[in-house]
């Protein structure tokens, strides 16, 4: 079946360096990729999304690119702050009802 | 205006006991989910109905009971509460078709059993 295979955290870093993260899946297809975020104590937020090969999601100076050949989806930030601390999820999607596939999470921990 | 809200927040009970969690959203969506995330933050969706309809019901114990009275509203009814039920359930919704690209989900209950 479709999976998602994210690296395990947490990542520590520190202010203004560079954060990826990394993401892999296995599905049949050609499924949707996403990346949520989620803050302590909320609940997941998306923060962004590529729907087909090499299209680049972007926001918030976070940036991932959805590579077919590689089947991954690596979640890039040039310069973290520590607003940025929070669990990230990569996920697919892979049916027309919204049913997601989510990675197990990565935990980024950004000190001052 | 609160997206997906659900109620209660928090909610600590003992084995055995019955309980319920409710959501409501007024973003006008048709799809309407619930996740459980447990406490390796692992997240793993639970059902979905879409117009009052059910359309995912993963592998969940039949314990578990979802009811949606409406599109706007989706209720999850927990019998028999056991140690493993313990997680953080999310409430979200979507609109159908292509939109379902993008969930909204709600601040999660925590639901301690003890």
């Known amino acids: 079946g479709n999976s998602v295979t994210q690296m395990e955290g947490p990542v520590t870093l520190s202010e203004e360096a560079f954060l990826t993260i990394n993401c892999t899946y296995t599905a049949t297809g050609y499924p949707s990729l996403f990346w949520y975020v989620q803050y302590p104590g909320e609940g997941l937020q998306l923060l962004l999304k590529?729907?087909?090969?090499?299209d680049k999601g972007s926001n918030k100076g976070f940036e991932a690119t959805y590579r077919k050949e590689t089947t991954s989806f690596h979640l890039e930030k040039g310069s973290v702050q520590v607003s940025d601390s929070a669990v990230y999820f990569c996920?697919?999607?892979?049916?027309?009802?919204?049913?997601?596939?989510f990675g197990a999470g990565t935990q980024v921990v950004v000190t001052p | 205006d609160t997206a997906v809200s659900q109620t209660p927040k928090y909610l600590v009970t003992q084995m055995g006991n019955d309980k319920s969690i409710k959501c409501e959203q007024n973003l006008g969506h048709d799809t309407m989910y619930w996740y459980k995330q447990d406490s390796k933050k692992f997240l793993k969706i639970m059902f979905s109905?879409?117009?009052?309809?059910?359309?995912i019901n993963e592998t969940v114990p039949n314990r578990f009971s979802p009811k949606s009275p409406d599109k706007a509203h989706l209720n999850l009814h927990i019998n028999s509460l056991e140690l493993g039920d313990s997680a953080v359930y999310f409430c979200?919704?979507?609109?159908?078709?292509?939109?379902?690209?993008?969930?909204?989900f709600g601040a999660g209950s925590r639901l301690t059993v003890l």
């Open positions: 590529a729907t087909k090969a090499d």
């Open positions: 996920a697919l999607r892979d049916d027309s009802w919204g049913k997601l596939q």
């Open positions: 109905y879409n117009n009052k309809e059910l359309i």
């Open positions: 979200a919704s979507s609109r159908a078709g292509s939109g379902a690209n993008v969930l909204t």
